[in-house]
C-alpha cells in the first residue's frame, strides 16, 4: 500500500510538471512543445489508472520512476564554473589586440558618400584610399540602404513603419545631449551608497537589468567613424580621456513583437528599446552632471564602446554564438546601454551562466539564419579575440533584402523564452550542471524543432493586413 502511495505522489509530480509545461507552450505559441507537453500529461493519467487498477504493473512503473529519479539526480551534480568566463571579457583575449575602429564598422560605412559635401567627400577619399577592397560592396549595400526599403517583408505596413521612425526618432534628438558635464562641485558619496543609488535610480527610469565595471580601455574605440550630426570634424579623431565606470543598462524586447521576426513587428520594437535605451542612458548621464561628475550616455546615436564587452564586464551575461549577449533572465532579448562616469562605484563581478557551454551543442541560431551570417562551427581568433565570428556584411545585406532587422536568431534561442517557471527551472540547470549543457540542446531540438516560424501576434499588432 505504501508502495502504491509513494507511486500515486510521483506521479502527481509529473502531471503538475507536465501539465504546467503544456499551459505555459499555449501561451508561448509553441504547438510542437504544446504536443510534447500533453502527451507527458496523458501518460501521466494513463500511469495513474495502472497504478490503481492494475497492481501488476507497479513493479515496472517503479523502476520507471527510479530511472527518472536517476536521470533528476544526475542533472543535479553541479559543475564548476567556467573560470575564464570569471574573468569577465579579457578571457576571450589570447593575445593583446587593438583597439577597435569605429571608421570600421558596417554603419560608419554606409553613412559616407562622395556626392555630399566637401567634408564628405574628403572623409570617403580619405577612407576608401587606405581601404579600396571595401568601396564597391559598401558602394552597392548603401545604394539599398542599410535596412533597405523598411518593412518591405510587410509590403510596408504604415503601422509598423510608423512606430519604428517614431522609435528611432528618440536616439536622434537624444544624441547631441549625450556627454553631460559637471553641474554643481561633486557631492560627497561612498561607493556603497553611490552604487546603491546610482542602480536604483537606473532601474527606476526603465532599465531592466543593471551592472557596473570598470571600463577596460580595449572596449573603447580607438577612432571616431559614426557621424550623425554633420560633425565632419570628428571624424578620424582618436577616443581619449574617458571615464573610468560604466553603469551598463539592459531593457528587454517584448517576446511577442520578437517572435514575429522576421517581419515588421520586430523591427519596431528594436526601435523601441532604442528609444527607451537613449532616454535612460542620457537622464543618467545628467544625474551624474547633477551630481557633480562627468556622464556620457552610450546609445545608437553615440557610441564609444563596445556593448557586449562591458556587459560581460559587468555581471550581466555571455556572449553568444550569435555575437548578441545571452542575460541570465531574458536571454539575447535585450538591448544594451550604459553611461560612463567618473564617480566612484562598485564593479559587479562578471558571471558563468553555462551559455557558452550551451551554445557549444545547440546551433539552432546558426541553422536558421537564413543570410547564413552566424557560424555554425567552432571559435576563430579575431583582432585578438576568441569567438563565434558573424559575419555582419552577409547579415546586413539580408536586413536589405527584407526591410527590417531580422531577429531571427534572437527570437529562436533558447535562453530567450519567457521568464516562467519550466524554463526558469532549465535556466538553473544549464547554469550549473554539465550534463544538462551537453544533454539539453539536444532536447531542445527535439521538443520545439530547429526550423522557425514566425508566431502570431496580437490583431493591433499584424503585420499580415495592410492598414495604408
Same mark, same amino acid.
Given at each position: 500500500m505504501k508502495l502504491m502511495y509513494l507511486l500515486i505522489f510521483a506521479d502527481m509530480v509529473m502531471l503538475g510538471l507536465a501539465l504546467t509545461f503544456t499551459i505555459e507552450s499555449i501561451h508561448e505559441k509553441e504547438p510542437r512543445a504544446t504536443k510534447f507537453g500533453g502527451a507527458g500529461v496523458f501518460a501521466a493519467l494513463v500511469i495513474f489508472v495502472l497504478i490503481i487498477w492494475t497492481p501488476a504493473m507497479r513493479l515496472s512503473i517503479t523502476v520507471f520512476f527510479l530511472f527518472g529519479g536517476l536521470f533528476i539526480f544526475?542533472?543535479?551534480?553541479?559543475?564548476?564554473?567556467?573560470?575564464?568566463?570569471?574573468?569577465?571579457?579579457?578571457?576571450?583575449?589570447?593575445?593583446?589586440?587593438?583597439?577597435? /575602429? @569605429?571608421?570600421?564598422?558596417?554603419?560608419?560605412?554606409?553613412?559616407?558618400?562622395?556626392?555630399?559635401?566637401?567634408?564628405?567627400?574628403?572623409?570617403?577619399?580619405?577612407?576608401?584610399?587606405?581601404?579600396?577592397?571595401?568601396?564597391?560592396?559598401?558602394?552597392?549595400?548603401?545604394?539599398?540602404?542599410?535596412?533597405?526599403?523598411?518593412?518591405?517583408?510587410?509590403?510596408?505596413?504604415?503601422?509598423?513603419?510608423?512606430?519604428?521612425?517614431?522609435?528611432? /526618432?528618440?536616439?536622434?534628438?537624444?544624441?547631441?545631449?549625450?556627454?553631460?558635464?559637471?553641474?554643481?562641485?561633486?557631492?560627497d558619496l561612498s561607493p556603497e551608497k553611490a552604487t546603491d543609488l546610482v542602480k536604483n535610480f537606473a532601474r527606476h527610469i526603465g532599465a531592466d537589468l543593471v551592472g557596473i565595471c570598470k571600463l577596460n580601455p580595449q572596449w573603447v574605440y580607438s577612432f571616431r567613424g559614426e557621424l550623425h550630426y554633420e560633425n565632419w570634424n570628428d571624424w578620424g579623431k582618436p577616443l581619449e580621456d574617458f571615464p573610468p565606470f560604466a553603469v551598463v543598462m539592459l531593457t528587454e524586447m517584448d517576446r511577442e513583437h520578437v517572435s514575429a521576426a522576421p517581419h515588421t513587428p520586430s523591427v519596431a520594437e528594436s526601435a523601441n528599446d532604442y528609444a527607451k535605451g537613449a532616454y535612460i542612458s542620457t537622464v543618467l548621464a545628467r544625474f551624474f552632471a547633477h551630481m557633480g561628475y562627468r556622464g556620457v550616455a552610450q546609445h545608437n546615436r553615440h557610441y564609444d564602446t563596445l556593448m557586449v564587452p562591458l556587459a560581460i564586464d559587468a555581471g550581466l551575461g555571455e556572449l553568444g554564438r550569435q555575437g548578441y549577449l545571452i542575460a541570465p533572465k531574458y536571454g539575447a532579448r535585450v538591448r544594451i546601454f550604459a553611461t560612463l562616469t567618473d564617480?566612484?562605484?562598485?564593479? /559587479?563581478?562578471?558571471?558563468?551562466?553555462?551559455? @557558452?557551454?550551451?551554445?557549444?551543442?545547440?546551433?539552432?541560431?546558426? @541553422?536558421?539564419?537564413?543570410?547564413?551570417?552566424?557560424? !555554425?562551427?567552432?571559435?576563430?581568433?579575431? !583582432?585578438?579575440? @576568441?569567438?563565434?565570428?558573424?559575419?555582419?556584411?552577409?547579415?546586413?545585406?539580408?536586413? !536589405?533584402?527584407?526591410?527590417?532587422?531580422?531577429?531571427?536568431?534572437?527570437?529562436?534561442?533558447?535562453? !530567450?523564452?519567457?521568464?516562467?517557471?519550466?524554463?526558469?527551472?532549465?535556466?538553473?540547470?544549464?547554469?550549473?550542471?554539465?550534463?544538462?549543457?551537453?544533454?539539453?540542446?539536444i532536447l531542445d531540438n527535439w521538443i520545439y524543432g530547429k526550423k522557425w516560424r514566425p508566431r502570431k501576434v496580437s490583431p493591433w499588432l499584424d503585420y499580415t493586413t495592410r492598414t495604408n
Open positions: 544526475i542533472c543535479l551534480i553541479p559543475g564548476k564554473p567556467n573560470p575564464g568566463l570569471l574573468k569577465g571579457s579579457t578571457s576571450y583575449m589570447l593575445n593583446e589586440g587593438k583597439r577597435f /575602429d @569605429e571608421r570600421d564598422i558596417v554603419f560608419a560605412r554606409a553613412r559616407m558618400t562622395k556626392n555630399g559635401s566637401s567634408e564628405q567627400a574628403g572623409i570617403y577619399r580619405r577612407y576608401y584610399e587606405k581601404h579600396p577592397e571595401k568601396e564597391e560592396p559598401d558602394a552597392k549595400r548603401r545604394n539599398k540602404g542599410l535596412i533597405g526599403k523598411l518593412g518591405k517583408i510587410d509590403n510596408c505596413q504604415t503601422s509598423s513603419i510608423a512606430m519604428t521612425k517614431a522609435g528611432f /526618432d528618440i536616439p536622434n534628438l537624444l544624441g547631441p545631449h549625450a556627454v553631460a558635464q559637471p553641474q554643481i562641485p561633486r557631492v564617480m566612484e562605484l562598485i564593479p /559587479d563581478r562578471p558571471i558563468s551562466i553555462g551559455a @557558452e557551454e550551451f551554445c557549444s551543442k545547440c546551433k539552432k541560431c546558426a @541553422e536558421a539564419c537564413p543570410s547564413r551570417s552566424i557560424p !555554425s562551427n567552432e571559435k576563430v581568433l579575431y !583582432s585578438g579575440v @576568441e569567438k563565434w565570428k558573424l559575419d555582419e556584411e552577409l547579415c546586413f545585406d539580408y536586413w !536589405s533584402k527584407i526591410g527590417t532587422d531580422c531577429a531571427i536568431c534572437m527570437a529562436i534561442c533558447p535562453f !530567450s523564452r519567457p521568464y516562467t517557471f519550466s524554463h526558469i527551472i532549465v535556466r538553473w540547470l544549464v547554469a550549473r550542471s554539465p550534463v544538462v549543457q551537453k544533454l539539453f540542446p
